[in-house]
């Protein structure tokens, strides 16, 4: 009996034993595979996309040979802190031509600009505008404004608009508050570069400069005498855009001693300049390379 006993046993654990092989190696098979999909999943990603730590979506490059560069679909990367941002790069190819910005059916001409002083030059990609609004697509069908910061470095006197940087924000129909500013400094001090500039969408209003629009841009105008501002209003069909700034001395002087918060009048400025004008001094350049940052 114990002898047969025995038997059995042996038998029971030579079947155990072949079976957990079978188990181990498809377990390696599965564990292989599953390894081949990822390592292919991460080559296809930094093929098109260097992201670090965001939750959005943005419009993305191939980081491949000048020759080779080109559109891809928009992603959607789910990443985690510290520092949530997603980085994107362009480069337009070579032989490209810069333009002057024209102020096509606007009430005042780019050539007359009230400025008491030559401003340098800058340089800025209408490829960056248009993914701007592409990025902001989200809220702007549901009529909620979209800001970004605009940075540029400086060389043989003349701004080149690098980076876009779009922050955390709150936002309604009307207004954008952008909120973590250090996350936008840090990239700024990084990579040494001077904020010339923002960008936010009038997402059913028509092309134009708020009241709350112009105290935001005195507070940059006042650092850089070069920065301007970018309005993108996709519902107006006259203008989709506009790249402006505050006249100099008439709207400064008028910012600076306006104290009022809100929507609100300004007084006439002194010089019977508008407040605000179109910039003069800003050209697209086709083959400028940016980045844009989304920290949302």
Known sequence: MCEALCVWLL??????????????????AERNH?????????????????????????????FLAPSEWQNITVHTVTQFSPSPLISCTQSMPQGAT???????????????????????????????????????KDNTEKDLETCGTLGAFLKNETFY???????KQESTSNSCQATNDEEVFAIQNEQSLFPVGWIHTHPSQSCFMSSV??????????????????????????RSYGIFRLSDPG???VLKECQETGFHTHEETGDGSPIYEH??????????????FDLR
Do not use: W
Not at 161 to 167: E, G, K, N, S, Y
């Open 279 to 292: 910039c003069s001094n800003v050209y697209t350049n086709s083959n400028l390379r940016f980045e844009i």
């Open 161 to 167: 608009v690098t980076t876009l940087i779009i922050p």
């Open 11 to 28: 038998v029971l654990f030579k079947h155990l034993g072949n079976y957990c092989d079978e188990v181990r190696s498809c377990a390696m």
């Open 213 to 238: 629009d112009l105290h935001t841009h005195y507070s940059r105008q006042v650092m850089v005498p070069e920065a301007f501002a970018i309005v993108m209003a996709p519902t107006d069909t006259s």
């Open 34 to 62: 599953l390894s081949l999909r990822v390592i292919n999943g991460e080559q296809a990603t930094l093929s098109s996309l260097n992201s670090l730590q965001s939750g959005s979506s943005c419009l993305a490059r191939k």
């Open 98 to 136: 810069v333009s002057q910005i024209t102020a096509a059916n606007s009430e005042q001409s780019c050539d007359q600009s009230t400025s008491s002083s030559v401003l340098r030059d800058v340089h800025i990609s209408a490829r960056l505008m248009e993914d701007f609004l592409q990025l902001a």
């Open 251 to 253: 709207g400064m002087s």
